[in-house]
C-alpha cells in the first residue's frame, strides 16, 4: 500500500468534503499518522471511512469525524484540553499539536497501555494518559477550556460542564441509534450553557456513562 496516497486520498475524499477546511486541521492530519495509532489486525483499513474495532465494545471513530470534532473544537495554544475515551490516542496526538496540556482518560486498561505506548513513540510529550472511567470528569484538574468525548453518550452529564471553565467548549456525541448528533456545548456562564448541533453521525459507546432510561407502560 502507499501510505502517503492512501493519506491523501482519505484528506481530500472523506475529511474535506465533510466540511473540513481548516488548514491547520488538514495538515496535522498529514503530519499525525493515522495508522500509526490503528492495531496491527486493522492497519490495512486505517485510511478506510468506517469505524475500526479495538477491543469487544470499543471502536476507533471513523476518520471524517474525527476530524471534524477536532476542528469544531477550535484548541488553542495556551488551553488545558480533557480528552474522554483516549482509545489508542490518535486524538489525543492531534491534539497535543493544538494544546498547551492534554489529559486523556481512557477506561479500558489494555487501551490505556495501547495509547500511552504510541504517544510515547510519536514524541507527544504533553499527553498524560490516565486509565479510568471518564463519566465523572477529573475534577482534580478542572477548569478545563476543552472537553473532547471522543465517542457517544446518551447524554452529557452535568457534571462534566461544570468542569469547563467560562467559555469553555464541550463536544460530544449525543443519542441513540439511529439518531446521534455531535454537539457543542459551551460555557457561557456560572450556570448558563449554550448547545449548538454540528452534524448527524453514528459512534460507538464510551463505557461508564449512564443510559437514557427506558420508557415504561
Request: overall charge negative.
Amino acid at each position: 500500500m502507499n501510505l502517503e496516497q492512501a493519506r491523501f486520498n482519505m484528506i481530500e475524499q472523506q475529511i474535506r468534503p465533510w466540511d473540513v477546511l481548516d488548514t491547520t486541521v488538514l495538515e496535522l492530519l498529514s503530519v499525525v499518522h493515522r495508522e500509526d495509532f490503528v492495531p496491527e489486525a486493522h492497519r490495512a483499513q486505517a485510511f478506510v471511512d468506517t469505524e475500526l474495532p479495538l477491543t469487544a465494545s470499543r471502536r476507533m471513530l471513523a476518520p471524517k469525524v474525527e476530524a471534524r470534532l477536532f476542528q469544531e473544537l477550535k484548541v488553542q495554544r495556551h488551553e488545558k484540553v480533557l480528552e474522554i475515551g483516549a482509545a489508542t490516542g490518535h486524538i489525543a496526538a492531534l491534539l497535543s499539536h493544538k494544546a498547551q496540556r492534554v489529559i486523556a482518560l481512557e477506561a479500558d486498561a489494555g487501551l490505556a497501555a495501547q495509547a500511552q505506548a504510541n504517544l510515547k513513540r510519536a514524541g507527544v510529550m504533553n499527553v498524560t494518559v490516565l486509565n479510568q472511567d471518564g463519566a465523572a470528569g477529573l475534577a482534580a484538574e478542572e477548569p478545563f477550556d476543552a472537553i473532547l468525548l471522543s465517542g457517544s453518550v446518551a447524554s452529557v452529564p452535568q457534571v462534566l460542564l461544570n468542569q469547563l471553565k467560562v467559555g469553555g467548549r464541550l463536544a460530544a456525541i449525543v443519542g441513540s441509534e439511529p439518531v446521534m448528533r455531535a454537539v457543542m456545548i459551551t460555557r457561557v456562564g456560572a450556570n448558563d450553557f449554550r448547545t449548538v448541533e454540528m452534524f448527524d453521525t453514528v459512534a460507538g459507546r464510551l463505557p461508564g456513562f449512564a443510559e437514557a432510561p427506558a420508557f415504561s407502560f
